[in-house]
């Protein structure tokens, strides 16, 4: 059973802006922290933004005012509005839950920023 279903990806120009969304499964139960991770080709996975189940946010330095990071609990969804997108920004980007001592990922968008 897939846990976590992301949405969203695609080409854009630079300057551009996308929405990633993710779903996660009523099965996985109540999460405490969402996240966004993304891997570079050549490049370390990294974390792009979390959100707590409180709401309280952390981003990576690079993407700061540019994307935002949001959440419904009802829902069990959190989204990535990413604006102002750049080459650098081209990954694979991964939703990622933890809840109840468990971790669960995505399998993973293309998000690719050319002109």
């Known amino acids: 059973q897939v846990q976590l279903v992301e949405s969203g990806g695609g080409l854009v120009q630079p300057g551009g802006s996308l929405r990633l969304s993710c779903a996660a499964s009523?099965?996985?139960?109540?999460?405490?922290?969402m996240a966004w991770y993304r891997r570079a080709p050549g490049r370390q996975r990294e974390l792009v933004a979390l959100i707590t189940r409180g709401g309280s946010t952390n981003y990576l330095d690079s993407v700061k005012e540019r994307f935002t990071i949001s959440r419904d609990n009802v829902q069990n969804t959190v989204s990535l509005q990413m604006n102002s997108l750049q080459s650098e920004d081209t990954a694979v980007y991964y939703c990622?839950?933890?809840?109840?001592?468990?971790?669960?990922w995505g399998q993973g968008t293309q998000v690719t920023v050319s002109s």
């Open positions: 990622y839950a933890n809840a109840y001592g468990l971790v669960y």
């Open positions: 009523r099965s996985i139960g109540r999460p405490n922290d």
